[in-house]
T-cell receptor, first 111, second 116 residues
């Protein structure tokens, strides 16, 4: 299964930007980079995904390195409600679209 | 549509008993996934369906586990002869798959199983 590497935990201050890194050096050409987050006692929630180009949506931005071996999820202004575990996942086209979760990064946000 | 719903939310059972969980996906979604999550770990893939066909089963899915999606709508996950190691959160997700890939997956709130 395609693997990603993320820091175990990160801290941020409220209303400051947060950059969550992810390494995926074994990515192949058809693998999509997905980010999900999981709030305490909730199921995972979709955040954003991309293939090659940087992506923006109402929740976050995704910056993808030119060689696609790494990516960064950017939360532009962290709020207390953004405290969660963030998972960077490679969604592999020929594996039925299943999501293979790693350990994720636990983000804490300080007021 | 209210999203993916799972029932029950919590289940406590005695070791050796059988349990069954239900997942109702988003109505137009043809893909349905089951995951298991233990404390402090990311969700682990168990199995997935395309409509009513079960297309992949993880090695984690022992013979005591069986999943069905009889009419391509709701799905059930049954665990027979439960063991304490089965205690976990069981998550269901659905997405829409087509020729160019899939939509994002939507997860339910999960069923928390405790085997005593």
């Amino acid at each position: 299964d395609a693997k990603t590497t993320q820091p175990n935990s990160m801290e941020s201050n409220e209303e400051e930007p947060v950059h969550l890194p992810c390494n995926h050096s074994t990515i192949s050409g058809t693998d999509y980079i997905h980010w999900y987050r999981q709030l305490p006692s909730q199921g995972p929630e979709y955040v954003i995904h991309g293939l090659t180009s940087n992506v923006n949506n109402r929740m976050a931005s995704l910056a993808i390195a030119e060689d696609r071996k790494s990516s960064t999820l950017i939360l532009h202004r962290a709020t207390l409600r953004d405290a969660a575990v963030y998972y960077c996942i490679l969604r592999v086209f020929n594996q039925g679209g299943k999501l293979i979760f790693g350990q994720g990064t636990e983000l804490s946000v300080k007021p | 549509d209210t999203g993916v719903s799972q029932d029950p939310r919590h289940k406590i059972t005695k070791r050796g008993q059988n349990v069954t969980f239900r997942c109702d996906p988003i109505s137009e979604h043809n893909r349905l996934y089951w995951y298991r999550q233990t404390l402090g770990q990311g969700p682990e893939f168990l199995t997935y369906f395309q409509n009513e066909a079960q297309l992949e089963k993880s090695r984690l899915l022992s013979d005591r586990f069986s999943a069905e999606r009889p009419k391509g709508s709701f799905s059930t996950l049954e665990i027979q002869r439960t063991e304490q190691g089965d205690s976990a959160m069981y998550l269901c997700a659905s997405s829409l798959a087509g020729g160019r890939g899939w939509t994002e997956a939507f997860f339910g709130q999960g069923t928390r199983l405790t085997v005593v």
